[in-house]
């Protein structure tokens, strides 16, 4: 419709993600949808939710394309017939199943200090985000048609935070990273182990809402998990080499920072498998909050209390969504696969 702003955008792109409802009538949902990703993550208003199941990851090693789009590094899985797949079951999307499509890699600027997730917990944001997109291959074709659809897509989304070492799999696309540096470069992986990126956590938060990029269609389930993995800031300097641009530029146009802004729950629930409530039978019989409500959902002990100080005082923090508190120290339980 308007050609000219998206040809007067090529580089440096001026026109942010708050404007990509306007520049195409198929990415409305950019801008009217109020379902929207990515969210803050406030502990204290996570509900217990005791049937969520763990998500079970099938499969290894696959072949995939890593691409650098000119916005992000995606790694795109081969999806063709007798190749190998990841099925991802269970979680809050069972009984589905999800076939794993792609990945995208969100991070900040090292040099810098600047982070470069999506998600925030507790409005904190952290160095990098690994976003795992499969679509519901029960009830679609493919990804394209399941991303317009209800139940089309699963999001499994990985917090990475600063550590002495970096977790194998993320070393392996990092080096492979080097070599799409320039928009539109590929790199063939040839036995790229999806799994390998997940932490060693059972635990995560789970909400309803939408692609990060452009048509921002509200068809994802996320679920972000609750250990992060680790990256060192060498490697994390290493992804801040990506440019937008084909070729070099005297002066370089870095992709990062490649983060959409913070969306509004609008009174989305955001449900959690992390059992909160279990051990505060004492205090539950003080904190008047601290009541089961509709659909059997436990509320956090601090829900619904307006100020933090007070409600944080009901919580030990050892059983509140944590991943604010682990430390690169954990880093040998977190990068060992
Ligand atoms: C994934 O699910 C499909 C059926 O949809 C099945 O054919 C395939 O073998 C499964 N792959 C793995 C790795 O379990
Ligand atoms: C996805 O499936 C639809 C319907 O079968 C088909 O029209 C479309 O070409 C497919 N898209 C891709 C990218 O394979
Ligand atoms: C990747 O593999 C495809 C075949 O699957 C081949 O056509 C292509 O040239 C390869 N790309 C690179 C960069 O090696
Ligand atoms: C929250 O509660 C604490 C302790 O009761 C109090 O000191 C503080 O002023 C309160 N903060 C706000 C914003 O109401």
Request: proline content about 8%; some cysteine; aromatic content about 8%.
């Amino acid at each position: 419709m308007i050609p000219w702003l998206l040809t007067a955008c090529i580089y440096p792109c001026v026109i942010g993600p708050d404007f990509w409802g306007l520049l195409h009538g198929d990415w409305r949902m950019c801008t009217a949808g109020q379902m929207q990703s990515p969210v803050n993550i406030d502990p204290s208003q996570l509900l217990y939710d005791p049937h969520l199941m763990p998500i079970n990851i099938e499969g290894n090693i696959v072949e995939a394309v890593f691409e650098n789009t000119g916005q992000l590094p995606v790694v795109t899985v081969k999806d063709l017939p007798n190749r190998p797949t990841i099925n991802i079951t269970g979680g809050p999307t069972m009984p589905y199943r999800y076939k794993l499509h792609q990945i995208s890699v969100h991070f900040g600027r090292a040099d810098e200090g600047e982070k470069g997730s999506e998600h925030t917990v507790d409005r904190v944001r952290f160095p990098a985000e690994i976003q795992l997109l499969a679509y519901n291959s029960a009830l679609y074709p493919n990804f394209s048609v399941a991303m317009t659809s209800p139940r089309g897509l699963l999001a499994v989304s990985v917090i990475v935070d600063i550590g002495k070492t970096t977790s194998v799999e993320l070393r392996r696309l990092t080096v492979a990273s080097q070599s799409i540096n320039y928009k539109g470069q590929t790199t063939n992986l040839t036995d790229f182990q999806p799994s390998a990126l997940l932490p060693k956590t059972s635990h995560y938060v789970t909400y309803e809402g939408s692609l990060t990029f452009p048509g921002c269609h509200e068809t994802v389930t996320w679920v972000i998990l609750n250990n992060p993995i680790y990256i060192t800031n060498d490697d994390l300097q290493i992804w801040n080499e990506m440019q937008k641009t084909e070729t070099k530029q005297p002066e370089p146009s870095y992709m990062t920072p490649a983060y959409r802004p913070l969306k509004s729950l609008n009174g989305r629930l955001v449900r959690t498998n992390i059992n909160v409530g279990s051990k505060q039978s004492t205090v539950s019989s003080s904190c008047p909050s601290n009541v089961y409500v509709e659909m059997g959902y436990q509320a956090n002990p601090g829900r619904n209390k307006r100020n933090d100080s007070v409600s944080r005082r009901y919580v030990p923090t050892s059983e509140v969504f944590e991943i604010d508190s682990i430390r690169p120290d954990d880093v040998s339980k977190a990068g060992s696969f």
